[in-house]
C-alpha cells in the first residue's frame, strides 16, 4: 500500500509559478511511474504529466507542455510538479498517483493509489 500526500498548492497570480510536491509512505516509489493530474470544477479529471520509475523519461500534455515539470527524489520518495507561467485555466485541484505500469502511463485507470489532491487558484 502507497499513501500519497501533495502539498504546496495556494493562491498566485496569472503568469506566477508554484511547486507541488507529492510525499510516498507505505512503499518506496521507485518501482512506480508517477503521474500528476487535475480535476477543475464541473469537469472531469484530466491527465497533465507523468515520469517513469526512474525519471528519465517524463510525458506533458499539450496545454502544459513547456510550462510544467515532472521530476521525482527517489531517495526522499517524493515527486514533484513545477508549474511556471501559471495561467487561469490551470486552476483545479491536483492530484499525484502512482501506477505500478512500466513507461509514463496516462489513463486514470492505470493508476493504483491516489492523493487526496491540493487546490492551486491562479487570478487573471
Known amino acids: 500500500q502507497v499513501q500519497l500526500v501533495e502539498s504546496g498548492g495556494g493562491l498566485v497570480q496569472a503568469g506566477g509559478s508554484l511547486r507541488l510536491s507529492c510525499a510516498a509512505s507505505?512503499?518506496?516509489?521507485?518501482?512506480?511511474?508517477m503521474g500528476w493530474f487535475r480535476q477543475a470544477p464541473g469537469k472531469e479529471r484530466e491527465f497533465v504529466a507523468a515520469s517513469n520509475s526512474r525519471g528519465r523519461s517524463t510525458y506533458y500534455t499539450d496545454s502544459v507542455r513547456g510550462r510544467f515539470t515532472i521530476s521525482r527524489d527517489n531517495a526522499k520518495n517524493t515527486v514533484y510538479l513545477q508549474m511556471n507561467s501559471l495561467k487561469p485555466e490551470d486552476m483545479a485541484v491536483y492530484y499525484c498517483?502512482?501506477?505500478?505500469?512500466?513507461?509514463?502511463?496516462?489513463?486514470?485507470?492505470?493508476?493504483?493509489?491516489w492523493g487526496q489532491g491540493t487546490q492551486v487558484t491562479v487570478s487573471s
Open positions: 498517483a502512482a501506477s505500478k505500469s512500466g513507461g509514463y502511463p496516462k489513463a486514470n485507470r492505470e493508476y493504483d493509489y
Open positions: 507505505g512503499r518506496t516509489l521507485s518501482t512506480y511511474a
